[in-house]
């Protein structure tokens, strides 16, 4: 079988706005949301800011339901009310008018944020100092007393999936991926390829995550992948720029509602796209480098367009993974203009990191919506603080301002630590 896939709902919660179009005007309009860490202290981190969601309340969206999930973590809330506003977005009030075995969710879903304050309550009141070494008793005596049980569930990386199946009923496949950065678009392709070889009729997809913690901050400080201008907070972010010195840590979830073609025509659904193709490889090479001559990202995206029955000319705008680290969109850069040859230069490439931050594991999922607003309004969003053109990354990065393009058909590129590449390419539904 080879079903065709639409998208019939989307919903998103990022740092630029809860819903659709507030968020994608902020966008358009090159509107940062970086500022300083609020969520914990981080005056002593070489990062002092991140982009954060801001006045988020989960229960706004679940009503009566908040019940059954308010014990959710972050990122699960995340996913649970972009979910909802997809759900809505999608025509849906009851149910998709399918079988609900066929109804499936795959996430690209991060862990929860850990309970710090309890986990090093735990580890100083364990620590022997005269051995130097941990005294395992001790720490799980004081962490039975401190860690909250549900709390510790939550942290699963699989919950969020759960939580949404539970929510729509959703009793078909349910699988979740954390392939890193390329997480949501790896889940979003393979779900895809569930409704196409008939294993599911709908999927609810995406992904969502928040490192937005001591641990997660810190862990990307030592791998010295995050911006450091502390000074200069709304300009960090700097993809494609000669002078970028690394990404911003962002947090949030983009969830779509994928359908089977007829299925969708059949209940008169909006549809607001078709997924057409979608390539998935890995670089075996390193566990943060991307190969030098960039062979898993060509791969990637040489399989979705064939994949899609695509020509590289055919493609209107590019959504790159564009992460503003030296190694990534130099590299990018690089695989672009091997698949795409001469029309690498024409075609308009954009980065919302440059604004959102890095989502991790929920960034692919919010730049495909990004990829299916431009097809809606013919214009693409900037790739904001580029300033210094960088001969590693010559092409087109809709520098500072939003475009005017019709834009048809659109590619978004996702690429993980461990070498993970996704690409996805989406079309106006004909």
Not at 66 to 76: I, L
Not at 390 to 415: G, I, M
């Amino acid at each position: 079988m080879n079903r065709r896939v639409v998208i019939t709902g989307m919903g998103w919660v990022t740092p630029l706005g809860v819903g659709l179009e507030a968020a994608w005007q902020r966008l358009l309009a090159g509107d940062p949301g970086m500022a300083p860490t609020t969520i914990f202290d981080a005056r002593t981190y070489p990062t002092q800011f991140v982009a954060e969601v801001k006045d988020f309340d989960l229960k706004s969206f679940l009503g009566e339901r908040y019940e059954d999930h308010k014990r959710a973590s972050r990122n699960t809330g995340f996913a649970l009310a972009a979910a909802e506003m997809a759900w809505q977005d999608a025509g849906l009030n009851g149910s998709l008018g399918v079988d609900p075995t066929m109804v499936g969710v795959y996430l690209g879903g991060g862990e929860g944020p850990i309970d710090f304050e309890s986990f090093v309550a735990a580890t100083v009141a364990g620590w022997n100092p005269e051995s130097r070494q941990l005294d395992t008793v001790k720490w799980a005596e004081v962490a039975c007393e401190r860690l909250d049980a549900v709390g510790e569930f939550e942290q699963d990386p699989n919950c969020a999936a759960g939580h949404i199946a539970y929510r729509f009923n959703a009793r078909g496949p349910n699988f979740n991926t954390l392939t890193a950065c390329a997480a949501s678009t790896q889940a979003l392709g393979e779900a895809a390829a569930l409704i196409r070889h008939g294993d599911a009729d709908a999927m609810i997809s995406g992904g969502a995550h928040s490192m937005i913690h001591p641990l997660g901050v810190t862990g990307f400080n030592r791998l010295t992948a995050l911006s450091t201008r502390n000074d200069s907070i709304e300009s960090a972010s700097r993809p494609f720029d000669r002078t970028r010195d690394g990404f911003v840590l962002g947090e949030g979830a983009g969830i779509l509602i994928l359908e089977e073609y007829e299925n969708a025509r059949r209940r008169a659904a909006r549809i607001r796209g078709e997924i057409l193709g979608y390539g998935t490889t890995a670089d075996a090479f390193r566990v943060t480098d991307m190969h030098e001559e960039g062979r898993g990202p060509i791969a990637a995206m040489q399989g979705a367009l064939d994949d899609a029955h695509v020509k590289p000319e055919e493609i209107d705008y590019i959504s790159a993974h564009g992460t503003g680290t030296e190694e990534n969109d130099k590299t990018e850069s690089l695989a672009i203009q091997v698949v795409f040859g001469d029309h690498a230069r024409r075609v308009p490439i954009s980065s919302i990191k440059s604004m959102l931050g890095h989502l991790i594991a929920g960034a692919g999922a919010v730049e495909l919506i990004t990829c299916v607003l431009a097809i809606r309004d013919g214009i693409v969003p900037p790739t904001i603080n580029y300033q210094h053109a960088d001969p590693n990354c010559p092409l087109d990065y809709v520098p500072n301002q939003a475009r005017k393009v019709p834009v048809r058909t659109a590619l978004s590129n996702s690429f993980g630590f461990g070498g993970q590449n996704d690409a996805l390419i989406v079309r106006a539904c004909e």
